[in-house]
């Protein structure tokens, strides 16, 4: 479990490839070691303000505990980033939220972006971070939860809402929602419509894949 | 030379091998095909607002032939990311500038910056960006051109500058000029102050790497 990255799923479940999704995805596309875990008691994740609370301590914990097993740099895999500060407060190594490394992300093409979720808002860190670069923020229609996605109907109505958002002047898609990484949405919207994609997951990845670098060449404190 | 990233250097020489220095560590890191090419006329590059303004016309130029040559990305490869604006509304290519790269990059870790560069002032567009997470700016005493740092008082004075930026709480270095890319000075900081160091070369090469993947896998029209 040393040197590995330690992803967060900010939700419970009991099936180890659910928990291991995003950290395939980071592997696949980055050749990175991703060691994956969930908190206790919140199979329904984060849906609110107040399930966001409950889960902060949680977060916190089993990050506190992932650096305490040899993981070098942590991921909250969600694109809320909830409990991002807290966690950078109790821990040495760095951490590196979904969300926030999403929108710095498409900051970086310095084009109107357009953000997609299931969320009734944009997460305030995305927002705050895009400032007058975001056009608009959107949640397909009738898609209140991941396993929505999940659906043909889902997707459709998926990509009925990109199609939207690139209707009012979005030139790049930012998802803030890690349901869309699981089902390999980016690629379906990149040939689809032809659009950069920003995929949360491998956002957080992309600068895992550079911090990571930084401490194997040579053991960095952060 | 279709199908490449094409990276403008924003100063004028003959010599072939200092054009390719940044694309040499770019592809070196990203396994990337860049072609690079300097401005004409302009052997000192930018020192100022007036050669900044005179460098504006000639970096969109050569960007608009890059992009009628093939490339498919465009990297302007100078911690001020001049002429940026006014390039990416001339081509159809996304257009990636070093400095918003490094400071993009520094954000994700939300961590104190402290900025290292050999100008007087930090770049308007690192400073607009790291907004409050910028601790300090700082020009190592007596380098004032990116030759300075070739020699070994202009190392030492550099190195002394990073432990000045640590003192004062900086947590992550940013390069804000490329001159430190080119002497490898980010893996001398990692190695004896062991702090994250984001080089511009580099995280103008990261944003490369994962937007050129996304052209690669389907050609989007940015």
């Known amino acids: 479990m ?80 909830p409990a991002i500060e807290q966690l950078r407060k109790n821990v040495s190594i760095p951490v590196v939220g979904a969300g926030s490394a999403a929108a710095l992300t498409a900051l970086a093409l310095g084009e109107p972006v357009g953000v997609m979720g299931i969320t009734e808002c944009i997460p305030a860190v995305m927002e705050n971070l895009l400032g007058d670069s975001l056009v608009q923020y959107i949640r397909p229609e009738d898609v209140t939860n991941t396993t929505d996605l999940l659906t043909q109907a889902g997707r459709d109505k998926a990509l009925e809402a990109a199609r939207s958002l690139l209707s009012q002047g979005t030139k790049v898609i930012v998802f803030a929602c890690t349901g869309f990484s699981t089902i390999g949405f980016a690629d379906v919207l990149r040939k689809e419509l032809r659009v950069p994609v920003i995929d949360a997951v491998e956002a957080e990845g992309l600068y895992a894949s550079n911090f990571y670098k930084q401490l194997e060449a040579e053991p960095a404190s952060f």
């Open 2 to 81: 040393s040197d590995m990255i330690g992803l967060i799923r900010v939700f419970t479940t009991e099936n180890q490839s659910i928990i291991e999704e995003h950290g395939n995805v980071i592997s696949r596309l980055y050749g990175l070691p991703v060691m994956s875990k969930c908190i206790p008691d919140q199979p329904l994740g984060i849906f609110n303000d107040e399930t966001e609370q409950i889960a902060i301590p949680k977060i916190v914990e089993l990050g506190k505990q992932m650096e305490k097993d040899g993981c070098k740099l942590l991921l909250i895999s969600c694109a809320a980033d």
